[in-house]
């Protein structure tokens, strides 16, 4: 009503009420509106908190307060009695759930003996249900304490006034296969590939990270890729290398837990205890299975933060006073169409592996060179232009201590195969070779 006045006034209109001797053309009109509007929402108000209080009263005392009839009951005087023809089916599924313990296999097991839903008739003569129940209508009916005898309200149970048809064992048995059920995949103990990272990485804009995938040939290649917001510029997302990023977290925990944890004891010494047992937790972590180093992450509320100079990580350890942060400097490196996480070669927490494209190309550069000076030709070598033949025999030529590097993985990380291979002013000299590629 305060909106329509508004309205009005702004079209130099006013308000005239024809039962009531009052208009919002002078003060006293407005006043008596504004008091009758607010006397209209207090009514509105009270009659709201009355209503609710009604139900949560009602429920308290296991009455049935309307709604969709669960299915193996039926409505008579306001009370829920048993259907005859549906209480062995609600039996059923409790049984063969906890047989088969998954929802997806229950709806497959319900359709193939054409379970159907119950069918209703609208006042307006539409008909609903007579379907195959589905996974979320079937999930919904498992977890109903309607189904042992007991009323739900705001999170409380309560006694109900009707007969139930299961026992309470067999649902709080059907609730503890719900909860590992839920437990396995939040550890991704059912994923063909489990990802580490899941719920705890951001890119470097600060967004979530997903997992994803894709295959090229028989090869699976995994990523973590920005998860966007309904109607958000995907312009600008992030997909980084899933088993690199891994790699780096895991071995950056285990090496703070092994060295970079102190534990003291009340007296204010070192506990050495706690120090070895987290020592052999750290051990234990670099081999454990991604379900295990998974559990273990989020058990101490790992959060993960690519930023494009480094990796940082907080995590709370049981029982340390502190909250740990460990940041690992790796940067992001663009090798072919993808980015790549480099890791700075004196960081201790991670160890820099060889490049393989670089190995490659070194090897490649060798028996170039063979082929073209005393015609010795290694496997697909003569397939190759002589362009492409002689700018891989050029990279025969780099320095030894380069060559010792890119072997070792200690090659500075923005070197990648393509700028080597695209490297046309390649100087003979190998000073000016370390300076170009960066060595130096």
Known sequence: MPKIVEILDENEASFVSVTQSFNTTNSMGRLTLNVLLSFAQFEREVT????????????????????PVPLGYRIEERKLLFEPSEVESVRYIFDRYIELKSVPKMVD??????????????????????VHIGTGALTLMLQNPIYFG?????????DGEHEPIIPQELFDRVQSIFSDNRRDKTLGKKSRNPSLLTGMITDPDGRPMSPT??????????????????????????????????????????NHLSHGLIWKSEDGTLDKDRIDQYRETAKNLTCSSIVEQRKFLLKCQTKVQVEAKAVKISLSIEKHPDPINISVDAKLVSKGSELRLAV???????????????????AQAFAARDYLIDGIASPNISDYSQRHLRNLARLSFLAP???????????????TGRRLLRAGDLPLDWAGQRTLLGFE
């Not at 009323?151 to 149970?157: D, M, Q």
């Not at 510029?233 to 285990?254: D, F, Q, R």
């Not at 700075?344 to 070194?362: C, F, G, M, Q, Y």
């Open 48 to 67: 709201g908190e009355r209503i609710r209080d009604k139900v949560a009263a009602s429920k308290k005392k296991g009455m049935w307060m309307g709604g």
């Open 109 to 130: 097991d319900l359709a193939a003996k054409d379970f159907r839903t119950r069918k209703r008739v609208l006042s307006s003569g539409r008909v609903l249900g007579g």
């Open 150 to 158: 007991k009323i739900r309200h705001r999170g409380e149970l309560y």
């Open 213 to 254: 995938q894709s295959k090229k040939q028989s090869r699976t290649y995994r990523y973590y890729s920005t998860r966007f917001k309904p109607l958000q510029n995907k312009t600008s997302a992030w997909h980084l290398p899933a088993g690199e990023l891994e790699e780096l977290v895991i071995k950056a925990v285990a």
């Open 344 to 362: 700075t070669p004196d960081n201790s927490s991670a160890k820099h592996e060889p490049d393989p494209v670089l190995l490659r190309l070194i």
């Open 401 to 415: 201590d380069i060559i010792t590097a890119i072997v070792r993985g200690s090659q500075p990380v923005n070197l």
